[in-house]
């Protein structure tokens, strides 16, 4: 069986990523949604392994110390990261992993495993972008001002990604994420042993 | 509009490259397909523009010599190969040319122009491309082993080739070819402006 891909998936906050995202898992039923792990305490209802893996802080640092973190960084105390264990255990059962990620741990992912594949979804411009956040209703100005500036200084790092992604229509943003997954698949570098497999029945 | 793709697609004789082509072209009429220069002489019905561009060997060797020639060959006294103009004409119209070519052309052709997208399209099996080759029932014993012995040579430049599509179903080969390209159009690579177009309307 093929080894799955890994999709490192990076999008401004408002670029309805989220939206595009359910749409693909809907489609693909190979894909699996990775689970980062936390040094924070459950809150209530919260289960480990569902929306986190809930480690203490040793565990934490022995799995960065041991290169089992694909990418981490510390948020108002507590650590957040990507545990490779259950990332590479998926990819060898032959699932594509989709990590949903910021752009910096998206570069921490891409030096560890260069062979990701790694996507940036793009809002088709920051009016658009905008008027997505005010749509929403529910935040205020300040918010709104706060993510607008965050999204200009992401945008630039789309060109440490493989793939852009616009989100313009729906159907179309998923239908490019699937294209992609598809012709990846068809990399010579990941099927090295094609040449063999094709040639063993001579 | 952006520029088109390059295409560079070879395949084993008798791996049911000209179906599949074929069948692309009716789904895809973004595509156009490369027409050779030539020095030899035109058969009767034959344009130039259209089966080949004929060329005497003096224009040939001059295109050869100021690097007009995406690929060549000689065989049998005569030149045979891609002119550059005519596919660099279409793709900055935002046409995706296809070169239909063999290996040691597109070796050729991906040194000149790295950006080009090269696809391997692999028989499943050497029994399978066996029974194609007799299915025809058009070729002799002699024929039909030298095709094979050919085969079995160029099937191992797979490794140079960008990505792998096996001919097993005609539809799955075409589905294959048609993500790779809908993908490739989507690299950062290929869209640098992106960014800029996205925060010039900030």
Redesign the interface.
Known sequence: MAKGLLLVISAPSGGGKGTILKELFAQEENLRLSVSATTRQPRPGEENGKQYFFLSREEFETKIQTGQMLEYAEYVGNYYGTPREPVERWMDQGRDVVLEIEVKGGAQVKKLMPECVSI?I??????VLEKRLRGRGTEEEATIQQRLAKA?EE??H??E??????NDRLEDAV??L???I???K???SR??D??E???E??
């Open positions: 940036f793009l809002p088709p411009s920051m009016q200009r945008i630039p789309a060109k990604y493989d793939y852009v992604v616009f239908s490019d699937r294209a992609i598809h012709g990846e068809l990399k010579f099927n090295t094609s040449i497999r094709v040639l029945h001579a």
